[in-house]
């Protein structure tokens, strides 16, 4: 899987990532226990930022490596380390709820990260 997200911030100051086809309760696609201090990184805390994400590798993106599988706890998903933000340590600890295995099928054990610059975004 590899595909380009869109993550906004509300007025609430809290980030959730846009899932059209998702028809569950909005509630689920927040972002939070770390996702969200890294999503106020890598927007350079701005209110939206588009991240490609794949479970195949990139050439040149940061990894996410899952460190704690939660699958079969009540929370779900996983805890991640991701290890560098453009190429530099970073090492920012977050948990991807189950959500993570709806898109992608499964828990990646990494997750490859690139940030695509969209016309209304500069880098």
Same mark, same amino acid.
Request: aromatic fraction near 12%; hydrophobic fraction near 35%.
């Given at each position: 899987?590899?595909? @380009?997200?869109?993550?906004?911030?509300?007025? +609430?100051? $809290?980030?959730?990532? =846009?899932?059209?086809?998702?028809?569950?309760? %909005?509630?689920?696609? +927040?972002?939070? &226990?770390?996702?969200?201090?890294?999503?106020?990184?890598?927007?350079?805390?701005?209110?939206?930022?588009?991240?490609?994400?794949? /479970? +195949?590798? #990139?050439?040149?993106? =940061?990894?996410? $490596?899952? %460190? $704690? /599988?939660?699958?079969?706890?009540?929370?779900?998903?996983? =805890?991640? #380390?991701? +290890? @560098?933000?453009?190429?530099?340590?970073?090492?920012?600890?977050?948990?991807?709820?189950? !959500? @993570? &295995?709806?898109?992608?099928? =499964?828990?990646?054990? !990494? #997750?490859? !990260? /690139?940030?695509?610059?969209?016309? /209304?975004?500069?880098?």
């Amino acid at each position: 899987m590899n595909r @380009t997200f869109r993550f906004y911030k509300t007025e +609430e100051q $809290k980030w959730f990532v =846009d899932l059209p086809e998702w028809t569950k309760s %909005v509630v689920d696609l +927040e972002m939070v &226990e770390g996702a969200d201090t890294m999503l106020d990184k890598v927007s350079g805390n701005k209110n939206e930022c588009y991240l490609k994400m794949s /479970d +195949e590798p #990139i050439k040149g993106a =940061d990894r996410m $490596k899952l %460190v $704690k /599988d939660r699958t079969n706890c009540q929370l779900g998903g996983g =805890d991640y #380390i991701m +290890e @560098t933000y453009k190429g530099k340590a970073f090492n920012h600890k977050l948990w991807l709820c189950s !959500v @993570t &295995e709806s898109v992608f099928g =499964d828990l990646p054990e !990494v #997750i490859y !990260v /690139d940030y695509p610059v969209k016309s /209304d975004q500069k880098d």
